[in-house]
Each structure stands twice: as structure tokens, then as C-alpha cells.
């Protein structure tokens, strides 16, 4: 399984990026998927999920009504489109692939993690 991450970059405060995961080597229409952020000195934190037909969407408090995450199966990539960004919001994002059922919002809960892009936003 590989998960490629891309779309990170700097941006000013209030602006937008889009981060796009591409999938490969699993059953991209079989699964949810998962956006997680990590912050210097900070755990990682869950940022949202998709289920796997794209119907259903998740957010964590901090991003919720200004991120959205959606997933095109025809092409085994999932975005994460982040609109009036905050300072607060510089990190590494990670896609993450999960095993299981429900919304899994855990670490332990994916066992496929792509290399997270940079996201920073300056003030």
C-alpha cells in the first residue's frame, strides 16, 4: 500500500491549499480515509474522515465549517481542501488508510500512513 501526499506549501492567514493523497496497492473504493495533522511538539491529531463511497464526512472541532475532505474513487485520491487557514493550523498533514468499521479518529486505528506534506501559515 502507498499513500502519496501532496499540496502542502506556505500561505498567509485566511487563505486556502488543497492537499491530495493518491493511493495505490489497496481497494481505494473499500475504504475510508483519514486526514491527521502533527504540530512540532505535538501529538498527532485527527483532522477528518471520509467513508469509503464518499456519503459520509467527519471533522475534528478546530477545523470543522472551514475544511473539507472528499474522495474521488476513480481516481484512489482523497483531498483535503482547507479554506480560511489559521496560524494555529501549521503542521504536517498525513493521509492514513483505516482498517475497521465506524469513524476511526485513532492512530492505532490506520495501518497505512502516507509521508505528510508541510502546511504552513503565517500571520
Known amino acids: 500500500v502507498q499513500l502519496q501526499a501532496s499540496g502542502g506549501g506556505l500561505v498567509q492567514a485566511g487563505g486556502s491549499l488543497r492537499l491530495s493523497c493518491a493511493a495505490s496497492?489497496?481497494?481505494?473504493?473499500?475504504?475510508?480515509m483519514g486526514w491527521f495533522r502533527q504540530a512540532p511538539g505535538k501529538e498527532r491529531e485527527w483532522v477528518s474522515f471520509?467513508?469509503?463511497?464518499?456519503?459520509?464526512?467527519f471533522y475534528g472541532d478546530s477545523v470543522k465549517e472551514r475544511f473539507t475532505i472528499s474522495k474521488d474513487n476513480a481516481k484512489n485520491t482523497v483531498y483535503l481542501q482547507m479554506n480560511s487557514l489559521k496560524p494555529e493550523d501549521t503542521a504536517v498533514y498525513y493521509c492514513?488508510?483505516?482498517?475497521?468499521?465506524?469513524?476511526?479518529?485513532?492512530?492505532?486505528?490506520?495501518?497505512?500512513w502516507g509521508q505528510g506534506p508541510q502546511v504552513t501559515v503565517s500571520s
Open positions: 492514513a488508510a483505516p482498517t475497521g468499521v465506524g469513524v476511526p479518529r485513532r492512530t492505532e486505528d490506520y495501518p497505512y
Open positions: 496497492g489497496l481497494n481505494f473504493r473499500m475504504y475510508g
Open positions: 471520509i467513508r469509503r463511497s464518499g456519503s459520509g464526512t
